[in-house]
């Protein structure tokens, strides 16, 4: 074919064109790629997609979710939020590097790098577990629109929930309103009765005993149905022994010895330590260890209404120490009780009421592990918000299944893996073969 200056020419502006053409065509690809998000999950269960109940989460939560994750920089997080973002896009993620801004870190309650602070409004919660069942439900609790308030008792000397005193709750009441949570107190001298809208009531030890009259009140709450937190400390109940009677429970005498503290280097007898826990909604899946400093032990009386469990229970060479804490110490037969003891019980009963739902009490024979000297403590400031949180219905999680990977591994027969090794080693060569053939064409043409 002879070339003629103007079939040149054609050829030229057909290459422009062709070029031109070719970039309009990757500036529309990439013009899309902005304005459009499309992706596929091509693992065999779907793992890195975010499960229908979380969708739908995110669809009624109205507003912007900002999310801080104390590290340097981390490609699984961002991958692990895309995931969120994907479905709602005003989800921000930043880094703060803790080594770099550790007063920020303090500021925000981090314990270990990489720990997420999620906010939405004026609600704040961590989050260490980097799960789409930990996530979600997390987001979840922050989105709940329903004013809960968590009121404290006062006017008997308890701990207070504005106090700065060590053995004061100050520190516990400002998590609990990070969460969403309202914290108010009460005095019963000048209230006649407990507002419906309390969530649940907070009994923090107090030293000056209740009147009739307040313990009435007190009793007629619990005959409507409302929930109750009792901390309760060794010794004198002051005024409460109709309400702990009323609960179907008792205080043992004396205070907790645990003999295991020594091997965590405490020296102090009266610091008990829980390792272990029971299987209700407030301490499932909870593993960190909480210190109970000064605590007395629970009783259970037979024929109550309440269903009773115990979910925090002493080592069994633990004992209520029922003579003075003084010298060596030893189980005494016949007059200390042995273990192990009932640290903590979950009461439950069902009201005929409207509602129909679940009545909740907790009581703890010890307040001193959410004061401000003992929150910070192991796991004694997340255990005190598990309390709060089943208190105040937060336990209705989203039920999303683990996606474990199957598709990790590929197993191949003798002949399948023998034919893919020769294509490996054919291909190279019929390349080269092919490429010398029209390598001597061209020579030779």
């Known amino acids: 074919m002879n070339v003629t200056k103007k079939t040149h020419w054609q050829y030229r502006l057909q290459n422009i064109l062709f070029t031109l053409l070719f970039l309009v065509f990757i500036a529309m690809l990439a013009w899309l790629g902005q304005r ?35 590290v340097a920089q981390s490609e699984r997080i961002e991958k692990f939020i895309k995931r969120y ?13 803790p080594d770099i801004e550790p007063q920020l870190a303090r500021e925000n309650g981090i314990r270990v790098k990489g720990e997420l602070v999620l906010r939405y409004g004026d609600r704040r919660e961590n989050l260490q577990v980097l799960t789409e069942q930990v996530m979600s439900n997390v987001l979840q609790r922050l989105a709940r629109s329903a004013e809960r308030y968590i009121v404290f008792l006062e006017g008997h000397g308890e701990r207070s929930p504005r106090g ?35 969530a649940a009531l907070v009994i923090a030890g107090p030293q000056v005993d209740l009147l009739p009259g307040e313990m009435s009140i007190i009793g007629n709450y619990l005959a409507n149905g409302g929930n109750l937190l009792w901390l309760a400390e060794p010794g004198e ?11 179907g429970i008792e205080f043992l005498p004396g205070m907790i010895v645990d003999p295991t503290t020594q091997r965590l280097g405490l020296d102090d007898p009266r610091i008990t330590v829980i390792a272990e826990y029971g299987t209700q909604a407030v301490t499932n899946n909870f593993s960190n260890l909480t210190l109970f400093p000064q605590a007395s032990a629970i009783d259970l009386v037979e024929g109550s209404e309440w269903q009773a469990d115990p979910f925090l229970i002493t080592a069994a060479n633990s004992w209520s120490e029922t003579g003075p804490l003084k ?6 037969a016949g007059e200390d009780i042995p273990g192990p003891l009932n640290l903590g019980v979950i009461l439950t009963r069902n009201q005929s009421t409207d509602t129909q739902q679940e009545q909740r009490v907790i009581v703890v024979g010890d307040g001193d592990f959410l004061s401000n000297q003992y929150l910070g403590n192991a796991g004694n400031q997340d255990l005190g918000l598990n309390l709060v949180n089943w208190l105040s219905r937060d336990d209705t999680f989203l039920d999303i299944p683990v996606k474990t990977p199957t598709d990790l591994s590929l197993e191949l027969s003798p002949s399948t893996a023998g034919f893919i090794g ?24």
């Not at 109940?237 to 609960?247: F, R, T």
Request: glycine share 6%.
């Open 237 to 247: 109940l002051h005024g409460l022994g109709a309400l702990a009677e009323q609960l």
């Open 164 to 198: 700065q005193a060590n053995h004061d709750l100050s520190d516990w009441a400002t998590q609990l309103q990070a969460r969403g949570l309202n914290t108010q107190t009460i005095n019963l001298g000048a209230t006649q009765k407990i507002p419906e809208n309390v």
């Open 422 to 445: 020769l294509i490996f080693i054919l291909l190279p060569i019929v390349l080269l073969v092919v490429g010398f053939l029209i390598w001597q064409r061209r020579r030779r043409s």
């Open 327 to 332: 010298g060596e110490l030893g189980l005494d």
């Open 36 to 70: 459009y998000n499309f992706s596929y999950d091509a693992t065999e269960n779907n793992r890195n997609t975010l499960s229908p109940a979380s969708i739908e989460l995110l669809k009624k939560i109205d507003g912007p979710v900002s999310i801080t994750s104390f």
């Open 85 to 97: 973002q994907r479905y709602k896009n005003d989800i921000s993620l930043s880094f703060i590097d």
